[in-house]
């Protein structure tokens, strides 16, 4: 087991803070290899509830060094909050690493972010707002900056000097918003930059080296397979690769290291922001407000309501292939306890013509209807099983459905938030 990669294998949001924090016992190093604070990880053990975004899952456990790789995207503000947030907490965060090639989200990128969402109006994203988008931008454009640019005072700020060049006008003449000085931008991030300093590394080396050691890595994905910039549904996708293929890239290490992909998906399905989701039931129907009130969906970054759905068996198929999954994690089987049935989407219908794997043009997955099949309930509370063979009938089915859908063996099932509400059904 030298590295496995967990990834979500549907829009986001399917508990993989959770699951990264109950297998991190397993492993020595824990790693973010794409996104940013766009991500909103939930980990609750030890009585304590932590939302993390940019630090690794890992981090309640002294024995893991969380490492934030180089295909991340960094705002230091929100990095340097979350570090005093986990030390208040008693978490020491002096084993944390950082990529010195990981791109800096600066003050420009959040504004343009929230701009260009504004001048969309209708056909908006739904972003995070938090710059993720233009920042990815400056890095395919070449002209973004790096954590070890801000190492260096005269390169910082020539780089400062040529960028604010291009966004100065663009900020003020196309969108009517403030411009930037180099020296307010400069003040603030040397401030930042003396901070994390002490946690600079060159984690792809350091990873390799830690492979070549014998030691174990876990790859933490943020976002969700449908939300990847080349695989998801574009455009109504993040900036980054969140499959699994982006571990490799976004990390330095190399893809025989690579053993196992552990895809997580809820029990059913949500989403935040804009976009095609053949599933959702609209929010008007009890069975939204069900999923809505007790899966407490709301987003931990935004605050956001999300959208709800039944499962889509299509989709996890489809993530399976994307991301060579070798084993799923279903969380939030607690969450369907009160419904009579449950709907599972098995295949899609559009002008006639019927689906069964995902639509390769956006029109068509726009327009597709779901087919569904129609599952029993357990109508029984499920919070207390930590066996498969403890829950009831029904539900070992509805797993087991899931399972011959994927093509993928079910390992682990969460039946509720806290670390030890799961089971471990195949996951050694
Ligand atoms: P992530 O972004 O994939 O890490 O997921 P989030 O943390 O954004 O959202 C998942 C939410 O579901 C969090 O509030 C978790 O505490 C919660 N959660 C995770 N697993 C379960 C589960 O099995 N049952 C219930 N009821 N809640 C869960
Ligand atoms: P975790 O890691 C759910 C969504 C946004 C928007 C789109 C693009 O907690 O699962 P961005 O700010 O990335 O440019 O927004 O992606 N999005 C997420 N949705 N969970 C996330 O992260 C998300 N990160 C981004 O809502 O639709
Ligand atoms: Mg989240």
């Not at 766009?38 to 490492?67: E, F, Q, R």
């Not at 910082?156 to 411009?179: C, D, H, M, T, W």
């Not at 399905?269 to 959702?280: A, D, H, N, Q």
């Amino acid at each position: 087991m030298p590295a496995t990669v967990l990834v979500g294998a549907q829009w986001g949001d399917e508990g993989k803070g959770k699951i990264t924090d109950l297998i991190s016992s397993n492993f020595e190093y824990v790693v973010r290899y794409q996104g940013g604070n766009n991500a909103g990880h939930t980990v609750i053990a030890d009585g304590k509830k932590l939302a993390l975004h940019l630090i690794p899952s890992g981090i309640m456990y002294d024995h893991i060094t969380p490492v934030i790789a180089n295909g991340t995207v960094i705002d230091p503000k929100v990095l340097l909050e979350e570090i005093d947030m986990l030390e208040r907490e008693g978490f020491s965060t002096k084993r944390l690493k950082i990529s010195g090639n990981a791109h800096v989200i600066m003050p420009y990128h959040r504004d343009l972010d929230g701009a260009s969402e504004h001048r969309l109006g209708k056909n908006e994203i739904g972003t995070t707002r938090r710059g993720i988008g233009p920042c990815y931008q400056d890095k395919s454009a070449r002209i973004g900056i790096r954590i070890q640019d801000m190492l260096d005072e005269n390169i910082f700020r020539q780089k400062i000097e040529v960028a604010l060049a291009e966004k100065n006008p663009i900020l003020s003449k196309i969108y009517g918003l403030k411009e930037y000085t180099v020296d307010e931008i400069c003040d603030e991030y040397f401030a930042y930059c003396e901070r994390i300093r002490p946690y600079i590394e060159e984690t792809g080396q350091f990873l390799n080296e830690a492979l070549n050691e014998g030691k174990n890595i876990l790859f933490e994905g943020a976002q969700g397979t449908l939300l990847d910039i080349d695989h998801g549904t574009y455009p109504f996708v993040t900036s980054s690769n969140c499959s699994a293929g982006g571990a490799v890239t976004g990390s330095g290490v190399g893809m025989k290291h690579i053993d196992r992909v552990l895809g997580i998906a809820k029990a059913y399905i949500t989403r935040v922001g804009s976009g095609p989701f053949p599933t959702e039931i609209p929010l008007e129907e009890e069975a939204s407000q069900k999923l809505l009130n007790i899966g407490k969906e709301f987003g931990v970054t935004t605050g956001r309501q999300r959208r709800c759905g039944w499962y889509d068996a299509v989709i996890v198929k489809y993530a399976a292939e994307v991301n060579s999954l070798t084993d799923l994690a279903i969380t939030k089987l607690d969450v369907l306890s009160e419904f009579d049935t449950i709907k599972v989407c098995t295949a899609y219908k559009c002008e006639g013509k019927t689906y069964t794997t995902v639509p390769e043009h956006q029109s068509v997955f726009h327009h597709a209807e779901p087919v569904y099949e129609e599952l029993p309930g357990w109508k029984c509370d499920i919070t207390g099983c930590r066996t498969f063979y403890d829950l009831p009938r029904e539900a070992k089915d509805y797993i087991d459905f899931i399972e011959d859908h994927a093509g993928v063996r079910v390992s682990l099932i969460a039946v509720g938030p806290s670390r030890e509400q799961t089971i471990l059904r195949r996951w050694k």
